[in-house]
């Protein structure tokens, strides 16, 4: 696993790629980087040990100023870098990036999908959500999908709020939440 630090805006990011058994590079982690927090505090590091036996010696953290494009993870995370400094700047709403979902039970992963069809600027209730993964009552089953999202920026859990208008939560923290619905238009 190659593992590096990111910022968003006034935030950090902890971005993990890997090489898949196909020899594809897939991101395994793209999510918020508490203060103070190293790569390590990350909430994947744990259960990517787990799932796929590692070690702390598989994961190799590189500065994002030293990673290199001849390199499949690391070419993929340089173009993470990428995509989503363009989305922070505005100039891009989607980001098209190969994702690994495999530690993701079948619901989860199903709710990870539908959240990637929930546009640029739109905002949906986490009731909406398990409509549209055909679990109508399941709505407090997506919120904890939606907490378990190892992607947070990339598959937009932040754009799901409570159906009263509220934010509901957010892995990242709230303020979070409010900096990336703002970013798109749909928060004032």
Same mark, same amino acid.
């Given at each position: 696993?190659?593992?590096?630090?990111?910022?968003?805006?006034?935030?950090?990011?902890?971005?993990?790629?890997?090489?898949?058994?196909?020899?594809?590079?897939?991101?395994?982690?793209?999510?918020?980087?508490?203060?103070?927090?190293?790569?390590?505090?990350?909430?994947?590091?744990?259960?990517?040990?787990?799932?796929? &036996?590692?070690?702390?010696?598989?994961?190799?953290?590189?500065?994002?100023?030293?990673?290199?494009?001849?390199?499949?993870? %690391?070419?993929?995370?340089?173009?993470?870098?990428?995509?989503?400094?363009?989305?922070?700047? &505005?100039?891009?709403?989607?980001?098209?990036?190969?994702?690994?979902?495999?530690?993701?039970?079948?619901?989860? %992963?199903?709710?990870? %999908?539908?959240?990637?069809?929930?546009?640029?600027?739109?905002?949906?209730?986490?009731?909406?959500?398990?409509?549209?993964?055909?679990?109508?009552?399941?709505?407090?089953?997506?919120? %904890?999908?939606?907490?378990?999202?190892?992607?947070?920026?990339?598959?937009?859990?932040?754009?799901?709020?409570?159906?009263?208008?509220?934010? &509901?939560?957010?892995?990242?923290?709230?303020?979070?939440?409010?900096?990336?619905?703002?970013?798109?238009?749909?928060?004032?």
């Amino acid at each position: 696993m190659i593992v590096t630090t990111a910022a968003f805006g006034s935030h950090r990011l902890t971005l993990i790629a890997r090489v898949n058994e196909h020899g594809q590079p897939m991101l395994v982690e793209a999510n918020w980087l508490l203060a103070g927090n190293s790569w390590h505090s990350s909430k994947s590091v744990p259960k990517l040990k787990k799932y796929y &036996g590692l070690t702390d010696e598989d994961f190799t953290f590189i500065d994002k100023n030293s990673l290199s494009m001849n390199e499949p993870a %690391q070419a993929l995370l340089i173009e993470t870098i990428f995509q989503l400094k363009d989305y922070a700047d &505005g100039k891009r709403k989607t980001l098209d990036l190969p994702l690994d979902f495999s530690m993701g039970t079948e619901f989860q %992963q199903r709710v990870w %999908q539908a959240l990637q069809g929930i546009e640029y600027g739109e905002t949906i209730s986490y009731a909406t959500l398990a409509q549209r993964v055909n679990s109508p009552k399941g709505f407090r089953a997506v919120a %904890q999908a939606n907490g378990k999202n190892p992607f947070s920026i990339i598959v937009p859990c932040h754009r799901v709020i409570a159906s009263d208008g509220k934010l &509901g939560g957010y892995t990242g923290g709230l303020d979070k939440k409010e900096y990336l619905l703002a970013l798109e238009g749909s928060w004032t």
